[in-house]
């Protein structure tokens, strides 16, 4: 079945930087667009970037742009977030997901476990 793992979260200090990583398995990984993204307390979850399957093209929350970029190895299955310049209100838990649908209409599915991400002031 398919299976999705974040890891790279952690607590880091405002205007520092994180690199976020998703192992993916049981799916032929280069086929399909992948996305990230996150959830706060309280709040609902909502997009922050994805990449298509050739990794050429790339697609980000205006709250992170500029500062976040999506890339992906398909060689490795895995798909990764550099987060620079985080700011306290990035703190989350970040989720990938593979995009089943196409770029102009995604269909997120299959979403890992999520990496909690903690961003100090």
């Known amino acids: 079945q398919v299976q999705l793992v974040e890891s790279g979260g952690g607590l880091v200090q405002a205007g520092g930087s994180l690199r976020l990583s998703c192992a993916a398995s049981g799916l032929t990984f280069s086929r399909y667009a992948m996305g990230w993204f996150r959830q706060a307390p309280g709040r609902e979850r909502e997009f922050v970037a994805a990449i298509r399957w050739r990794g050429d093209t790339t697609y980000y929350a205006d709250s992170v742009k500029g500062r976040f970029t999506v890339s992906r190895d398909n060689a490795k299955n895995t798909v990764y977030l550099q987060m620079n310049s985080l700011k306290p209100e990035d703190t989350a838990i970040y989720y990938c997901?593979?995009?089943?649908?196409?770029?102009?209409?995604?269909?997120?599915?299959?979403w890992g476990q999520g990496t909690q991400v903690t961003v100090s002031a």
């Open positions: 997901a593979v995009d089943l649908g196409s770029w102009a209409r995604p269909q997120y599915e299959y």
